[in-house]
């Protein structure tokens, strides 16, 4: 087997107030700040050695994110279900001061390895469709994926040995950068939450 490289880039910031949900809500897009968010990261990667192909999230905040990034690497972005967010069923577009109220969100943020949002996913059904789609990338290939902040967390939760339990230990900024090899040897974590 050859190396593969994964570069897992956070969606960057977006339009809805601090303190909501967005979840799989439409029509979430970058803000200003979100876009230079975006344009740091897409220089970071272009000196970080060839790209050949960015995917990303089908919601519009991932994909306004990965065309910046395509751009400055020359390519076009494919969108990937399986990179999509975690869908929070009933909780999406809620305000975190809401949520708070709630026992079952308590303990989802406590017990994710055993806890289902109402009508929505667990972290191990995000977490197997993440890997589900590493599985698909070439060997000897660099792919950059733009995705959601718990979507990575459940990959680098993976590759790192932890429960999802934990998850919330690891920090993803808006357009942060994480990179992974895969090889024969496993995976091999060369950045985690890296800001340009």
Not at 5 to 25: F, I, M
Not at 31 to 36: H, I, L, N, Q, T
Request: proline residues 6%; contains cysteine.
């Amino acid at each position: 087997m050859v190396t593969k490289t994964v570069h897992l880039v956070r969606h960057g910031s977006h339009v809805l107030p601090p303190g909501v949900l967005a979840g799989r809500l439409s029509g979430v897009k970058l803000s200003d700040a979100g876009r230079e968010q975006a344009y740091r990261a897409a220089e970071r990667l272009a000196k970080a050695g060839p790209v050949d192909a960015v995917q990303c999230s089908p919601l519009e905040r991932t994909c306004e994110t990965a065309i910046i990034i395509a751009e400055r690497l020359g390519l076009v972005p494919v969108q990937v279900d399986a990179l999509v967010e975690i869908s929070f069923g009933g909780w999406t577009g809620s305000s975190f001061e809401e949520l708070e109220e709630r026992e079952d969100w308590r303990r989802w943020n406590h017990f994710r390895s055993g806890t289902r949002p109402p009508g929505g996913e667990t972290m191990a059904e995000v977490q197997a469709r993440a890997l589900r789609h590493m599985e698909t990338l070439a060997d000897g290939s660099a792919t950059v994926l733009v995705s959601h902040c718990d979507v990575i967390r459940a990959l680098l939760t993976h590759w790192l040995g932890m429960p999802t339990d934990l998850l919330l230990r690891l920090e993803i900024a808006p357009a942060s950068i994480s990179t992974v090899e895969i090889g024969p040897w496993g995976p091999r974590i060369l950045r985690i939450n890296e800001e340009a």
